[in-house]
T-cell receptor, first 113, second 115 residues
Framework: KAGVTQTPRYLIKTRGQQVTLSCSPISGHRSVSWYQQTPGQGLQFLFE???????NKGNFPGRFSGRQFSNSRSEMNVSTLELGDSALYLCASSFSGGTHEQYFGPGTRLTVT | QKEVEQNSGPLSVPEGAIASLNCTYS??????FFWYRQYSGKSPELIMF????GDKEDGRFTAQLNKASQYVSLLIRDSQPSDSATYLCAVNFSDRGSTLGRLYFGRGTQLTVWP
């Protein structure tokens, strides 16, 4: 069974731009969660989607948004990029979310200059 | 305040030894616990998960839960140099069956296994 895929793998943007990241979960998984990983803050939860609905949201500003499509693929968008948004963005796939196990994709490394 | 604490290490053990990693969490009612391994430059890989109903063994890995003391441990038997990585502990503080899939992560423990 194929794992979680994320595109693009690497991205360089300048301050003020916006970016869209994509995640395709494991086949049959309906829950997608997004996390941000930085050396200073570690892994922090952004939001979770299930059946095209945002079910849970972390403490990030409104510049961070996401959506999920009917095939469970998910995108996250960051508008008006700031230098501090430079991070590894990870998508995690779960069969039904909740307390079930989550499997991470390879991540998208975003650098904001 | 939901918190997950890990000793950042580094933890260094010789090849063949048992590596013991610990993680404490803030909410006694937590139901699900996860251990991830992360190699440098890679994404976290799920290696073990347990729920509040018991310990679990999988090959060289054993995850143990102490609910009274609110800590979970990961034991790696017969440690190999390929086990050298950062180990992340994650907790879902929600009740079993909850739809809230948010994981809280510790900062990770760096493990080095030397030949």
């Amino acid at each position: 069974k194929a794992g979680v895929t994320q595109t693009p793998r690497y991205l360089i943007k300048t301050r003020g731009q916006q970016v869209t990241l994509s995640c395709s979960p494991i086949s049959g998984h309906r829950s997608v969660s997004w996390y941000q990983q930085t050396p200073g803050q570690g892994l922090q939860f952004l939001f979770e989607y299930f059946s095209e609905t945002q079910r849970n949201k972390g403490n990030f500003p409104g510049r961070f948004s996401g959506r999920q499509f009917s095939n469970s693929r998910s995108e996250m968008n960051v508008s008006t990029l700031e230098l501090g948004d430079s991070a590894l963005y990870l998508c995690a796939s779960s069969f039904s979310g909740g307390t079930h196990e989550q499997y991470f994709g390879p991540g998208t490394r975003l650098t904001v200059t | 305040q939901k918190e997950v604490e890990q000793n950042s290490g580094p933890l260094s053990v010789p090849e063949g030894a048992i590596a013991s990693l610990n993680c404490t969490y803030s909410d006694r009612g937590s139901q699900s616990f996860f251990w991830y391994r992360q190699y440098s430059g890679k994404s976290p890989e799920l290696i073990m998960f347990i729920y509040s109903n018991g310990d679990k063994e999988d090959g060289r890995f054993t995850a143990q839960l102490n609910k009274a003391s609110q800590y979970v441990s990961l034991l790696i038997r017969d440690s190999q140099p390929s086990d050298s990585a950062t180990y992340l502990c994650a907790v879902n503080f929600s009740d079993r069956g909850s739809t809230l899939g948010r994981l809280y992560f510790g900062r990770g423990t760096q493990l080095t296994v030397w030949p």
